[in-house]
């Protein structure tokens, strides 16, 4: 079994920074792609960033461009999403979620870190 953990989270005033921390335990963490959800209040949940097992295939959605990065270390069992230029509208719970090798769906997901943004 995997658990994910979240840190990182709080609260930032806009064009402030923020670097949201998942550290998973269990071997799995090891086989498959990392991807960091948000949630917000009155909204649908949305896929914010993804990487792949060997850190080389990345994705954002389009108001993550230029401004989040992710990253992990599989030795460490770890995967960061750095956001920068935060804006009023990052606000939200993100959760680190994990797919169980070749799945397309994610199997293991964190309890999530609020971030809030305030102009």
């Known amino acids: 079994q995997v658990q994910l953990v979240e840190s990182g989270g709080g609260s930032v005033q806009a064009g402030g920074s923020l670097r949201l921390s998942c550290t998973a335990s269990g071997r799995a963490f090891s086989s498959g792609r990392m991807g960091w959800f948000r949630q917000a209040p009155g909204k649908e949940g949305e896929l914010v960033a993804s990487?792949?097992?060997?850190?080389?295939?990345?994705t954002y959605t389009d108001s993550a461009k230029g401004r989040f990065t992710i990253s992990r270390e599989n030795t460490n069992n770890t995967a960061d999403l750095q956001m920068d230029r935060l804006k009023p509208e990052d606000t939200a719970v993100y959760y680190c979620?994990?797919?169980?090798?070749?799945?397309?769906?994610?199997?293991?997901w964190g309890q999530g870190t609020q971030v809030t943004v305030f102009s």
């Open positions: 990487i792949s097992l060997n850190g080389l295939s990345t």
């Open positions: 979620a994990l797919r169980d090798g070749d799945s397309q769906s994610y199997k293991y």
